[in-house]
T-cell receptor, first 111, second 114 residues
Framework: QKEVEQDPGPLSVPEGAIVSLNCTYS??????FMWYRQYSRKGPELLMY????GNKEDGRFTAQVDKSSKYISLFIRDSQPSDSATYLC???????????FGSGTQLTVLP | GAVVSQHPSRVICKSGTSVKIECRSL??????MFWYRQFPKQSLMLMAT?????????EQGVEKDKFLINHASLTLSTLTVTSAHPEDSSFYIC??????????FGPGTRLTVT
Protein backbone atom coordinates (compact mmCIF):
# COMPACT_ATOMS: atom_id res chain seq x y z
CA GLN A 1 0.00 0.00 0.00
CA LYS A 2 1.30 3.44 -0.90
CA GLU A 3 1.72 5.98 1.89
CA VAL A 4 -0.40 8.49 -0.04
CA GLU A 5 -3.26 7.44 -2.30
CA GLN A 6 -4.77 9.79 -4.85
CA ASP A 7 -7.35 8.99 -7.53
CA PRO A 8 -5.50 9.57 -10.83
CA GLY A 9 -8.66 10.42 -12.75
CA PRO A 10 -8.88 11.73 -15.39
CA LEU A 11 -11.60 14.03 -14.13
CA SER A 12 -13.60 16.11 -16.58
CA VAL A 13 -16.07 18.81 -15.47
CA PRO A 14 -17.97 21.67 -17.13
CA GLU A 15 -16.87 25.24 -16.56
CA GLY A 16 -18.31 26.68 -13.34
CA ALA A 17 -18.55 23.33 -11.57
CA ILE A 18 -17.23 22.66 -8.08
CA VAL A 19 -14.31 20.26 -8.19
CA SER A 20 -13.38 17.96 -5.32
CA LEU A 21 -9.94 16.36 -5.23
CA ASN A 22 -8.97 13.93 -2.50
CA CYS A 23 -6.07 12.08 -0.96
CA THR A 24 -5.82 9.53 1.81
CA TYR A 25 -2.69 8.65 3.71
CA SER A 26 -1.59 5.89 6.03
CA UNK A 27 1.25 7.48 8.02
CA UNK A 28 -0.16 9.33 11.03
CA UNK A 29 3.16 11.16 11.43
CA UNK A 30 2.38 13.48 8.51
CA UNK A 31 1.91 17.00 9.83
CA UNK A 32 2.16 19.34 6.87
CA PHE A 33 -0.10 19.12 3.85
CA MET A 34 0.20 20.80 0.48
CA TRP A 35 -1.62 20.92 -2.81
CA TYR A 36 0.22 21.66 -6.03
CA ARG A 37 -1.00 22.39 -9.53
CA GLN A 38 1.18 21.25 -12.40
CA TYR A 39 0.65 22.27 -16.00
CA SER A 40 2.12 20.09 -18.71
CA ARG A 41 5.91 20.42 -18.94
CA LYS A 42 6.09 22.87 -16.04
CA GLY A 43 7.15 22.62 -12.42
CA PRO A 44 4.49 22.23 -9.72
CA GLU A 45 2.98 25.43 -8.32
CA LEU A 46 2.10 25.57 -4.62
CA LEU A 47 -1.62 26.27 -4.22
CA MET A 48 -2.36 25.57 -0.58
CA TYR A 49 -0.40 24.74 2.57
CA UNK A 50 -1.99 23.62 5.84
CA UNK A 51 -0.79 21.99 9.03
CA UNK A 52 -3.89 21.56 11.14
CA UNK A 53 -7.23 19.83 10.79
CA GLY A 54 -9.98 22.00 9.41
CA ASN A 55 -10.52 24.21 6.41
CA LYS A 56 -8.34 26.85 4.81
CA GLU A 57 -9.68 29.08 2.07
CA ASP A 58 -7.83 31.12 -0.54
CA GLY A 59 -9.93 32.64 -3.28
CA ARG A 60 -11.65 29.86 -5.20
CA PHE A 61 -9.64 27.17 -3.43
CA THR A 62 -10.43 25.47 -0.11
CA ALA A 63 -8.13 22.92 1.48
CA GLN A 64 -9.59 20.56 4.04
CA VAL A 65 -7.64 18.30 6.40
CA ASP A 66 -9.09 15.57 8.59
CA LYS A 67 -6.23 14.05 10.53
CA SER A 68 -8.46 11.62 12.42
CA SER A 69 -9.54 10.06 9.12
CA LYS A 70 -6.18 10.64 7.40
CA TYR A 71 -7.97 12.39 4.56
CA ILE A 72 -7.32 15.67 2.77
CA SER A 73 -9.31 17.44 0.10
CA LEU A 74 -9.00 20.38 -2.25
CA PHE A 75 -12.16 22.10 -3.49
CA ILE A 76 -12.17 24.40 -6.49
CA ARG A 77 -15.20 26.65 -6.86
CA ASP A 78 -16.35 28.18 -10.15
CA SER A 79 -13.83 26.08 -12.07
CA GLN A 80 -12.30 27.63 -15.18
CA PRO A 81 -10.69 26.07 -18.28
CA SER A 82 -7.40 27.53 -17.01
CA ASP A 83 -7.69 25.20 -14.01
CA SER A 84 -7.11 22.24 -16.34
CA ALA A 85 -3.93 20.66 -15.01
CA THR A 86 -2.65 17.83 -12.85
CA TYR A 87 -3.20 18.34 -9.13
CA LEU A 88 -0.78 16.76 -6.68
CA CYS A 89 -1.28 16.34 -2.97
CA UNK A 90 1.89 16.22 -0.89
CA UNK A 91 2.71 15.88 2.77
CA UNK A 92 5.68 15.86 5.09
CA UNK A 93 6.80 15.58 8.69
CA UNK A 94 9.88 15.98 10.78
CA UNK A 95 13.02 18.03 10.25
CA UNK A 96 13.94 16.45 6.90
CA UNK A 97 10.89 18.12 5.30
CA UNK A 98 10.87 15.73 2.34
CA UNK A 99 7.56 15.54 0.55
CA UNK A 100 5.60 12.37 -0.12
CA PHE A 101 3.39 12.89 -3.15
CA GLY A 102 0.16 11.41 -4.34
CA SER A 103 0.15 10.15 -7.91
CA GLY A 104 -1.70 13.24 -9.15
CA THR A 105 -5.22 13.80 -10.53
CA GLN A 106 -5.58 15.05 -14.08
CA LEU A 107 -8.38 17.62 -14.30
CA THR A 108 -9.98 19.01 -17.43
CA VAL A 109 -12.48 21.87 -17.22
CA LEU A 110 -14.54 22.05 -20.37
CA PRO A 111 -15.63 25.50 -21.66
CA GLY B 1 4.72 33.05 -3.24
CA ALA B 2 8.45 32.50 -3.35
CA VAL B 3 10.19 32.19 -6.72
CA VAL B 4 12.59 29.46 -7.78
CA SER B 5 14.27 29.59 -11.18
CA GLN B 6 16.04 26.91 -13.20
CA HIS B 7 18.46 27.22 -16.06
CA PRO B 8 18.44 26.05 -18.75
CA SER B 9 14.80 25.24 -19.37
CA ARG B 10 15.72 22.84 -22.13
CA VAL B 11 18.99 21.24 -23.15
CA ILE B 12 20.03 18.75 -25.79
CA CYS B 13 23.40 17.08 -25.46
CA LYS B 14 25.33 14.25 -27.02
CA SER B 15 25.85 10.95 -25.29
CA GLY B 16 28.96 10.95 -23.12
CA THR B 17 28.97 14.67 -22.38
CA SER B 18 28.11 16.36 -19.05
CA VAL B 19 25.32 18.82 -18.44
CA LYS B 20 24.90 21.29 -15.57
CA ILE B 21 21.51 22.52 -14.38
CA GLU B 22 21.24 25.51 -12.05
CA CYS B 23 18.52 26.09 -9.47
CA ARG B 24 18.18 29.47 -7.77
CA SER B 25 15.89 30.80 -5.06
CA LEU B 26 15.30 34.39 -6.15
CA UNK B 27 13.64 36.05 -3.19
CA UNK B 28 14.46 33.87 -0.18
CA UNK B 29 17.33 31.95 1.31
CA UNK B 30 16.96 28.22 0.75
CA UNK B 31 18.29 26.19 3.63
CA UNK B 32 17.41 23.00 1.78
CA MET B 33 17.02 22.22 -1.90
CA PHE B 34 15.70 19.07 -3.49
CA TRP B 35 16.21 17.56 -6.94
CA TYR B 36 13.52 15.51 -8.61
CA ARG B 37 13.10 13.61 -11.81
CA GLN B 38 9.76 13.19 -13.53
CA PHE B 39 8.82 10.78 -16.31
CA PRO B 40 5.79 11.43 -18.55
CA LYS B 41 2.46 11.04 -16.76
CA GLN B 42 4.16 10.07 -13.52
CA SER B 43 4.61 11.81 -10.21
CA LEU B 44 7.89 13.33 -9.08
CA MET B 45 10.70 11.05 -7.98
CA LEU B 46 13.04 12.49 -5.36
CA MET B 47 16.68 12.10 -6.34
CA ALA B 48 18.54 13.92 -3.60
CA THR B 49 18.36 16.45 -0.80
CA UNK B 50 21.00 19.13 -0.42
CA UNK B 51 21.70 21.47 2.45
CA UNK B 52 23.85 24.53 1.99
CA UNK B 53 27.51 23.79 2.67
CA UNK B 54 27.15 20.05 3.14
CA UNK B 55 27.12 16.96 0.98
CA UNK B 56 23.89 15.96 -0.68
CA UNK B 57 21.91 12.98 0.54
CA UNK B 58 20.93 10.70 -2.32
CA GLU B 59 17.87 8.46 -2.49
CA GLN B 60 18.35 4.75 -2.87
CA GLY B 61 19.16 3.79 -6.44
CA VAL B 62 20.43 7.23 -7.48
CA GLU B 63 24.10 7.17 -8.50
CA LYS B 64 25.88 9.99 -6.70
CA ASP B 65 28.86 9.84 -9.07
CA LYS B 66 26.56 10.31 -12.04
CA PHE B 67 24.34 13.03 -10.59
CA LEU B 68 26.66 15.52 -8.88
CA ILE B 69 24.92 18.02 -6.65
CA ASN B 70 26.49 21.16 -5.23
CA HIS B 71 24.74 23.57 -2.87
CA ALA B 72 27.38 26.26 -2.56
CA SER B 73 25.21 29.09 -1.30
CA LEU B 74 21.80 29.72 0.24
CA THR B 75 20.39 30.68 -3.15
CA LEU B 76 22.07 28.29 -5.59
CA SER B 77 22.22 24.55 -6.12
CA THR B 78 23.51 22.79 -9.21
CA LEU B 79 22.93 19.32 -10.62
CA THR B 80 25.51 17.98 -13.04
CA VAL B 81 24.62 14.90 -15.07
CA THR B 82 27.98 13.36 -15.92
CA SER B 83 28.61 11.18 -18.96
CA ALA B 84 24.98 11.47 -19.96
CA HIS B 85 23.26 8.65 -21.83
CA PRO B 86 19.88 8.51 -23.59
CA GLU B 87 18.29 6.85 -20.55
CA ASP B 88 19.10 10.01 -18.58
CA SER B 89 16.71 11.96 -20.80
CA SER B 90 13.99 13.27 -18.50
CA PHE B 91 12.39 16.29 -16.87
CA TYR B 92 14.48 17.48 -13.92
CA ILE B 93 12.89 19.75 -11.33
CA CYS B 94 14.39 21.42 -8.30
CA UNK B 95 12.63 22.77 -5.24
CA UNK B 96 13.64 24.90 -2.30
CA UNK B 97 12.60 25.44 1.29
CA UNK B 98 13.35 28.42 3.49
CA UNK B 99 12.75 28.31 7.22
CA UNK B 100 9.25 26.82 7.01
CA UNK B 101 7.77 23.71 5.42
CA UNK B 102 6.40 25.12 2.17
CA UNK B 103 8.37 23.72 -0.74
CA UNK B 104 8.61 25.85 -3.89
CA PHE B 105 9.45 24.32 -7.23
CA GLY B 106 11.37 25.57 -10.22
CA PRO B 107 9.93 25.45 -13.75
CA GLY B 108 11.93 22.34 -14.65
CA THR B 109 14.63 21.44 -17.17
CA ARG B 110 13.97 19.08 -20.03
CA LEU B 111 17.11 17.09 -20.83
CA THR B 112 17.40 15.19 -24.08
CA VAL B 113 20.50 13.05 -24.64
CA THR B 114 21.07 12.01 -28.25
Amino acid sequence: QKEVEQDPGPLSVPEGAIVSLNCTYSNSAFQYFMWYRQYSRKGPELLMYTYSSGNKEDGRFTAQVDKSSKYISLFIRDSQPSDSATYLCAMSYGSARQLTFGSGTQLTVLP
Amino acid sequence: GAVVSQHPSRVICKSGTSVKIECRSLDFQATTMFWYRQFPKQSLMLMATSNEGSKATYEQGVEKDKFLINHASLTLSTLTVTSAHPEDSSFYICSAIGTGYEQYFGPGTRLTVT
